[in-house]
């Protein structure tokens, strides 16, 4: 035996090394749902981590501070021009913004209404990705931020692209970081326009694709994939990437998915921190029926027409129940457009004042409110029209006609419409508060 | 001493100083770590591979290679999210392997090398996608241009790499 053994030590060693290594992955793999094996190898991957990420953070760290240093104190051509481009980017952007912001108050009123809870992102941190797994087949990532900074397992991560993934791993200052494009990452979506919902997974290539989308479907290349909120780890709306190539065969489709995030190439992410969750506001609405709402904030028939007027007068096409107005660029923390009540109802305590009357002899429909809750949520929303110049461009965006959902009554009424003045009317909507860190609010 | 194929001249046998043998390894896992996120093309890349396959060839050892295997490829390991063992193993095989070769062969040669180092690639690479799939469960699909392209790109940056690190071996 020792004979033996001695002839064939270096076999015997390789044999017992690679056996030994079988048994602890096949406990890890057995065990892989259960926070044992989590414990059992972090040791390991404690000390791996901690012995490669302080290089990394320090290359990191110079490569940003030299960067820095040229950026800010030496190469500053163009800088003005660049600053009033961005001024004038601002400008729009704020006007924008009112928009958008009347559009969010509208749809979570109507959220309260039917009793939906809704996400906001409430806090993030700024964190710098240092380091990658080194294997194609692992695809996370490694941020600077950790527990001491208030890191948890679980928290999504996010780019200012779009998703990125989920943190998985939390030591004191470093945090491992799943991919949206590992294969063994899952994410709920749902589609823009078609509002057709989906599994986004990735495959080992690294492709994302969207998961179980049965072939008879209409999805089409180009349209905008979503967070549906479905997964509970990234607040809905978030934006995710952009349909790819469709293949047909089979009972599913595939679809590939374009991530909206540079995935490869990622330098800065946020970690959402804190999500608040707003609950309705149950006491608020009950005592009022949705029916009420809607008559009071509809325009009223004046006492005695009026001349028509020159602007602001609308046609609302059969009804006022309108689907949502899609705003491209879905800023975190805004409401997922959903099926509103139409653009043109005004802030709450706002009495609407109709510049014009509504003719003689028509007559006024109001839908009933009853229909209010049964408004498919799979409804194409319909496009947005583009901003126009200008705050009457604004106005102009706020009390657009919108397409009819299927099912309610038409009516073909003509409504003088308002001219809105959302800036003067609307109260302003509840935005994140500052990160208490300093670093960036959504 | 175990049969050769090569003149006693060429059977040197080399160590390493702990510093080159704990810090070349670590730099080479950081490489593989850090540079793909710059340089997208570095994943077809494993540094890591290559310095288990130069250290067991240098070293002529089968015991020390597989431990330098082992040790390698479970550090690996420990960056990805994945169960440790899968790079372990693959290279605990490969470490034996090389150093087993590096007995027997004249492993100085750039035309020996490469072959070697793409060898060792596809069999590194074989047995990784085994026991991922097999074990692990992943969905991985084997695409043979794909791994011989890489064999041949690892093998050609192994051979710049060993010339490089052929100034740090000490004669045992």
């Known amino acids: 035996m020792d004979t033996f053994i001695g002839r064939y030590r270096n076999v015997s060693i390789l044999a017992a090394a690679v056996f030994l290594q079988l048994i602890g992955l096949a406990y890890q793999v057995k065990k892989q749902t259960s926070k044992d094996s989590e414990e059992s190898s972090r040791l390991l991957r404690v000390w791996a981590i901690s012995a490669i990420t302080p290089l990394e953070k320090g290359i990191v760290r110079l490569q940003t501070g030299t960067g820095n240093l040229w950026h800010n104190y030496v190469y500053l051509r163009g800088v003005r021009q660049e600053n009033r481009d961005l001024q004038e980017k601002l400008q729009k952007l704020q006007l924008e913004q009112v928009r958008l912001q009347q559009d969010a108050t509208q749809a979570r009123r109507l959220q309260s209404l039917l009793g939906f809870k809704e996400q906001f992102i409430d806090q993030t941190i700024a964190a710098q990705v240092i380091g990658s797994s080194g294997s194609e087949q692992s695809r996370v990532v490694y941020i600077d931020k950790g527990s001491t900074d208030g890191i948890k397992e679980g928290m999504p991560v996010i780019s200012a692209e779009g998703i990125v993934g989920k943190v998985i791993l939390v030591q004191s200052s470093v945090s491992q970081v799943l991919l949206i494009n590992d294969q063994t990452s899952g994410v709920g979506t749902i589609l823009e326009q078609s509002r057709l919902q989906g599994v986004l997974k990735g495959r080992a290539s690294g492709q994302l694709v969207l998961d179980k989308v049965m072939s008879e479907e209409d999805v089409k290349t180009g349209e905008r994939v979503l967070t549906s909120g479905g997964d509970q780890i990234f607040p809905k709306g978030l934006p995710v990437g952009t349909i790819g190539e469709v293949k047909r065969g089979g009972e599913f489709l595939q679809v590939q998915v374009k991530p909206a995030a540079a995935l490869n190439h990622l330098e800065e992410v946020l970690v959402i921190t804190k999500k608040r969750e707003r609950e309705p506001d149950k006491a608020a609405v009950s005592s009022m029926r949705a029916a009420d709402i809607l008559a009071q904030r509809l325009p009223q028939v004046p006492d005695k027409p009026a001349e028509p007027a020159k602007t602001g007068s609308q046609t609302i096409g059969s009804t006022n129940l309108t689907k949502p107005a899609t705003a491209g660029g879905m800023a975190p923390g805004v409401a997922q457009p959903k099926p509103t009540i139409g653009a043109s109802v005004p802030s709450p305590g706002t009495q609407p004042k109709p510049i014009a009357p509504v003719p003689t002899g028509t007559t006024q429909t109001t839908t009933h409110p009853a229909t209010l809750g049964s408004v498919p949520l799979t409804t194409k929303p319909v496009q947005s029209r583009p901003l126009q110049n200008g705050a009457s461009g604004n106005a102009q965006a706020t009390s657009q006609p919108k397409a009819t959902p299927a099912g309610t009554a038409p009516a073909a009424t003509t409504v003088k419409k308002p001219a809105a003045q959302p800036a003067q009317t609307t109260p302003p909507i509840q935005t994140a508060p500052q990160s208490d860190t300093g670093d960036t609010p959504q | ?172």
Not at chain 2, 67 to 76: F, S
């Open chain 2, 1 to 172: 001493m175990a049969v050769s194929y090569t003149s006693r001249e060429q059977i040197e046998v080399y160590r390493f100083s702990w510093p080159v043998a704990i810090l070349i390894p670590l730099l080479a896992i950081f490489l593989q770590a850090f540079l793909p996120l710059r340089f997208s093309f570095f994943s077809i890349f494993d540094l890591p591979l290559l310095i288990v396959i130069f250290f067991a060839m240098a070293r002529r050892s089968q015991v020390a290679g597989l431990m330098t295997g082992a040790v390698i490829g479970l550090l690996q390991d420990s960056l990805t999210h994945h169960p440790l063992g899968v790079y372990g193993i693959a290279k605990t095989v490969v470490g034996y392997g090389a150093s087993s070769l590096g007995v027997k062969l004249d492993v100085e040669s750039v035309g020996t090398r490469l072959l070697v180092t793409s060898g060792f690639y596809v069999v590194h690479q074989i047995i990784y996608f085994t026991i991922a799939r097999l074990l692990v469960g992943l969905d991985l699909h084997w695409v043979w241009s794909r791994e011989l392209i890489a064999a041949v790109a690892n093998a050609v940056v192994g051979v710049l790499l060993f010339t490089l690190m052929d100034r740090l071996k000490e004669r045992a």
